[in-house]
């Protein structure tokens, strides 16, 4: 049974910082790419920051370029999102997600609001 479990969600004042983790189970974690999503209401998924499988090959959304950083441990299937200088505007539900050609998984997600 696929499973990706998110936690590290939270409120956190403009400035601040929160890890966000994502533990993966299922399936052969180290062989799919591994991605971050972020929705708010009313508006597509976005996708935040990506890593590939060997985790050589990373990628950031304009928006949180210097500011968050993906990245991913093979021995205990787990990717994490470090975001820091956080903004009002980076309030969203946080998705993890795995991908491998046709294979698309998704977690449940976790609320992340910045406000003071």
């Known amino acids: 049974q696929v499973q990706l479990v998110e936690s590290g969600g939270g409120l956190v004042q403009p400035g601040g910082s929160l890890s966000l983790s994502c533990e993966a189970s299922g399936f052969t974690f180290s062989t799919y790419a591994m991605n971050w999503y972020r929705q708010v209401p009313g508006k597509e998924r976005e996708l935040v920051a990506s890593i590939s499988s060997a985790g050589g090959g990373i990628n950031y959304a304009d928006s949180v370029k210097g500011r968050f950083t993906i990245s991913r441990d093979n021995t205990k299937n787990t990717v994490s999102l470090q975001m820091n200088s956080l903004k009002p505007e980076d309030t969203a539900v946080y998705y993890c997600?795995?991908?491998?050609?046709?294979?698309?998984?998704w977690g449940q997600g976790t609320q992340v609001t910045v406000s003071s």
């Open positions: 997600n795995a991908r491998w050609f046709g294979y698309n998984y």
